[in-house]
């Protein structure tokens, strides 16, 4: 069964820095992931999804993510944080074939003056 | 509707009491998932309906959670004999696909507190 970890329960960071925040998987199989965000008093919404193709791929509001197979990661990262980015940030796996859709217990980014 | 929709949005109840929450989908979408989002703990898959295959209900963390669809639409989530680690916010989403790759819109969420 596949499983997600993300390690860093919590993220501080000042405006205009670069971020990254970890997320690793494990599976036996092909793979789809996703990172999803929930703002503040927000339902969880999708940032990104990898599904095949480029490892790395762009979602919404300048956050990008890069597949690494060899090392079952899935670290997402912006170049350059907005106070407006502080949320909670879900990373996601499902095994291909199948719907069922597991979920890391999320980091949380919270982004200073 | 245009969005997932969940109720009731909170809801208070007393340890031993049954509770049931409610997910409408949005319309069209084969699949409805149920989470369980707690302090620390981040999202805990519960169970899943995909059209009128058999639930994947792997995730429930006891007998005292059940869940149906019926109609292939609404979902109601029951929790029997409530407990006050049952406290959480129950979030239900819906998607159109088949394969796992597709986008899970989500609902605001259930606030359930078990005094």
């Known amino acids: 069964a596949q499983s997600v970890t993300q390690l860093d329960s919590q993220v501080p960071v000042f405006e205009e820095a670069p971020v990254e925040l970890r997320c690793n998987y494990s599976?036996?199989?092909?793979?789809?992931l996703f990172w999803y965000v929930q703002y503040p008093n927000q339902g969880l919404q999708l940032l990104l999804k990898?599904?095949?193709?480029?490892?790395l791929v762009k979602g919404i509001n300048g956050f990008e993510a890069e597949f690494n197979k060899s090392q079952t990661s899935f670290h997402l990262r912006k170049p350059s944080v907005h106070i407006s980015d502080t949320a909670e940030y879900f990373c996601?796996?499902?095994?291909?074939?199948?719907?069922?859709?597991?979920f890391g217990t999320g980091t949380r980014l919270l982004v200073s003056p | 509707g245009a969005g997932v929709s969940q109720s009731p949005s909170n809801k208070v109840t007393e340890k031993g009491k049954d509770v049931e929450l409610r997910c409408d989908p949005i319309s069209g979408h084969t699949a409805l998932y149920w989470y369980r989002q707690s302090l620390g703990q981040g999202l805990e898959f519960l169970i899943y309906?995909?059209?009128?295959?058999?639930?994947?209900k792997s995730g429930l963390p006891s007998d005292r959670f059940s869940a149906e669809r019926t109609g292939g639409s609404v979902s109601t989530l029951t929790i029997q004999r409530t407990q006050q680690e049952d406290s959480a916010v129950y979030l239900c989403?819906?998607?159109f696909g088949t394969g796992g790759d597709e986008k899970l819109f989500f609902g605001s969420g259930t606030q359930l507190s078990v005094l």
């Open positions: 599976s036996s199989v092909s793979v789809y």
């Open positions: 989403a819906s998607s």
């Open positions: 309906f995909q059209g009128n295959s058999a639930p994947d």
């Open positions: 990898y599904l095949s193709g480029s490892t």
């Open positions: 996601a796996v499902s095994e291909k074939g199948f719907q069922k859709l597991v």
